[in-house]
């Protein structure tokens, strides 16, 4: 409303395109007229004062972001009201899980699904060496396409383990937890090649595979091979 009336448009036209009425604009333009920026502030609202203050809310923002075990708990998922009730204890302040939910989403965290990892099982020395190769390969087929063809692969698995539960994490940082590195599973592997030319695998350890998933991250038939 403030920049439309600097601009030159008048009450009408900004209650227009606002969906206010022109005495509801003539109000906070008469208010910011008088006060400038401070008088558009919320005035002090009625009722109970928030249980959150700053405190408590400095304490969620660090905690949601922290593992649980480096905590000494015995698991390794936050969940609202798990995390309620280690701030109870922590600040003395008890907010329902319903509302500690909202409160989280206003901290930019969501609630999804965390991933295995096996990075704390992996040799540097290794991962060094293969990258490396993988490097000397794509070198190779740039120098002779026409000779020599470089496949990307990937692989899906159907698991006897259930999956991990949901858990709050901050937007953009997928939870990563350790795997003790054993589990029963079907291991699909798929490839597609790296300059685009359209060919592509596919093979399961056990079961018939008709399709892959490519690393654009959508389906596509592909005709089955050997690895």
């Known amino acids: 409303m403030v920049k439309a009336a600097g601009l030159g448009s008048d ?3 900004i209650a227009a395109w606002s969906g206010r009425t022109p005495r509801t604009v003539r109000h906070w333009l008469t208010r910011f007229a008088t006060g400038g920026i ?3 502030d919320d005035a002090p609202r009625s009722g ?3 249980t959150a203050d700053v405190t408590y809310h400095a304490a969620l923002d660090d905690l949601a972001d922290r593992d649980p075990r480096a905590l000494g708990l015995p698991f390794d998922a936050w969940t609202s009201a798990r995390l309620s009730a280690y701030l109870a204890a922590m600040t003395g302040v008890r907010i329902a899980p319903s509302w500690l939910r909202t409160l989280l989403i206003r901290h930019r965290f969501r609630c999804g699904r965390p991933k295995h990892t096996l990075d704390h099982l992996r040799d540097s020395d290794a991962v060094a060496i293969g990258e490396a190769a993988i490097a000397a390969a794509e070198k190779k087929v740039a120098s002779e396409p026409e000779r ?3 496949h990307y692969q990937d692989e899906t ?3 006897t383990n259930l999956y991990l539960a ?7 940082r ?3 937890i350790a795997s003790v590195g054993v589990n029963r599973r079907v291991t699909v592997f798929g490839g597609t090649e790296s300059r685009t030319r359209g060919r592509s695998f596919s093979s399961s350890t056990t079961l018939p595979v008709t399709r892959v998933r490519r690393a654009r991250g959508h389906w596509r038939n592909a005709r089955r091979g050997c690895i």
């Open 48 to 50: 109970r004062p928030p």
């Open 38 to 40: 401070a008088a558009l």
């Open 11 to 13: 009450w009408d036209t």
């Open 157 to 159: 698995h159907v698991e």
């Open 148 to 150: 020599d063809e470089l």
């Open 174 to 176: 997928q939870r990563r």
């Open 166 to 172: 949901k858990q709050w994490h901050r937007i953009g």
